[in-house]
């Protein structure tokens, strides 16, 4: 029984070292993807902050933008200035969108990114317009007018259902009409076709508009980047639970059959003890030597007479 209980023991431990081990690599291969799930989770949760942050701080520098060019001193300075501030956030931005963890949640930035680069542009030229423009700004200012335009062009059809209907609406707007009429005129050297209180009306309209299209299409790229972090998580814990679960199952049942092994048994012969030999057996058996060898002197007694 002690033998059988010692066979048994080392069956199982043969048993448990390999399911231990794919226990081990389960939990491993669990925790790997649960930590890079965290990670990708928290780098588009930080992504989604910064993206937010960043439009705000454009925002602001816009603001003071428009105070700085109505300052005397050199315009164009102060132009390229806030110029190359902005277009430094709006570079980071973009950076952020490149290396999003999920390439919806990329696509999803760029596209925030480019209508954010658009309100840029109209602001921009706007705040040229207003400052006052001379021969030499009113070549920035056409460009800057025709590169916004052209950017809205191209990314309105990849905006939310909500934003697209809301830029159509913009678009259709006497707003709209009266501000793009007037940028037109401020190109061309001629007079604007609007007084300046419609003009400014108007351009407060449209900016009001395209920021808010911009900021609703940050928060869209942000609640999918927030949702796909979060979806990637769950579906972490489901695998590293479910690998887990197959590992320990495994284990389970490979060694309740280790259990139920049938061990042989070997039964050593036993051992064979000598018979004591008694008197009467020493007395036969000295008696048949005895007659033994009475019959072999006999023998050789009448082979030498012979002779």
Same mark, same amino acid.
């Given at each position: 029984? &002690?033998?059988?209980?010692?066979?048994?023991?080392?069956?199982?431990?043969?048993?448990?070292?390999?399911?231990?081990?794919?226990?081990?690599?389960?939990?491993?291969?669990?925790?790997?993807?649960?930590?890079? /799930?965290?990670?990708?989770?928290?780098?588009?949760? *930080?992504?989604?902050? +910064?993206?937010?942050?960043?439009?705000?701080?454009?925002?602001?520098?816009?603001?003071?933008?428009?105070?700085?060019?109505?300052?005397? $001193?050199? !315009?164009?300075? =102060?132009?390229?200035?806030?110029?190359?501030?902005?277009? =430094?956030?709006?570079?980071?931005? !973009?950076?952020?969108?490149?290396?999003?963890?999920?390439?919806?949640?990329?696509?999803?930035? +760029?596209?925030?990114?480019?209508?954010? &680069?658009?309100?840029?542009?109209?602001?921009?030229?706007?705040?040229?317009?207003?400052?006052?423009?001379?021969?030499?700004?009113?070549?920035?200012?056409?460009?800057?007018?025709?590169?916004?335009?052209?950017?809205?062009?191209?990314?309105?059809?990849?905006? =939310?259902?909500?934003? !697209?209907?809301?830029?159509? *609406?913009?678009? #259709?707007?006497?707003?709209?009409?009266?501000?793009? #009429?007037?940028?037109?005129?401020?190109?061309?050297? =001629?007079?604007?076709?609007? %007084?300046?209180?419609?003009?400014?009306? /108007?351009?407060?309209?449209? $900016?009001?508009?395209? %920021?808010?299209? /911009?900021?609703?299409?940050?928060?869209?790229?942000?609640?999918?980047?927030?949702?796909?972090?979060?979806?990637?998580?769950?579906?972490?814990?489901?695998?590293?639970?479910?690998?887990?679960?197959?590992?320990?199952?495994?284990?389970?049942?490979?060694?309740?059959?280790?259990?139920?092994?049938?061990?042989?048994?070997?039964?050593?012969?036993? !051992?064979?003890?000598?018979?004591?030999?008694?008197?009467?057996?020493?007395?036969?058996?000295? #008696?048949?030597?005895?007659?033994?060898?009475?019959?072999?002197?006999?023998?050789? %007694?009448? #082979?030498?007479?012979?002779?």
């Amino acid at each position: 029984m &002690t033998y059988q209980r010692s066979l048994r023991s080392r069956m199982l431990s043969i048993a448990f070292v390999p399911c231990a081990a794919l226990l081990l690599v389960a939990l491993s291969v669990g925790g790997f993807l649960v930590h890079q /799930a965290i990670h990708d989770r928290d780098d588009a949760e *930080n992504g989604a902050v +910064t993206m937010a942050g960043a439009s705000r701080g454009i925002a602001a520098l816009q603001r003071e933008r428009a105070v700085a060019l109505k300052a005397p $001193g050199s !315009r164009s300075a =102060t132009y390229l200035a806030y110029a190359d501030r902005i277009d =430094t956030s709006l570079s980071s931005l !973009r950076e952020i969108a490149r290396v999003a963890p999920d390439a919806e949640v990329g696509y999803q930035q +760029t596209i925030a990114v480019e209508v954010l &680069t658009a309100v840029e542009g109209m602001d921009r030229s706007d705040s040229l317009a207003v400052a006052g423009i001379d021969d030499e700004g009113r070549r920035d200012y056409a460009a800057a007018v025709g590169a916004y335009r052209s950017r809205l062009d191209a990314v309105s059809g990849k905006l =939310t259902e909500s934003n !697209r209907q809301v830029y159509r *609406n913009l678009v #259709a707007s006497v707003d709209w009409s009266r501000f793009g #009429a007037v940028e037109t005129a401020l190109s061309a050297a =001629t007079p604007p076709p609007v %007084g300046q209180d419609a003009w400014r009306v /108007a351009a407060g309209v449209v $900016g009001r508009s395209l %920021g808010d299209i /911009a900021a609703r299409q940050i928060e869209y790229s942000a609640q999918i980047a927030i949702d796909g972090g979060r979806r990637v998580l769950s579906g972490a814990l489901a695998a590293a639970a479910a690998i887990a679960l197959l590992a320990g199952v495994a284990m389970a049942i490979v060694m309740q059959l280790a259990r139920r092994l049938p061990i042989p048994v070997v039964r050593c012969p036993a !051992r064979v003890e000598p018979t004591p030999l008694t008197w009467s057996h020493l007395v036969s058996d000295y #008696a048949e030597k005895s007659t033994l060898l009475a019959h072999t002197s006999r023998r050789s %007694g009448r #082979a030498d007479l012979s002779r």
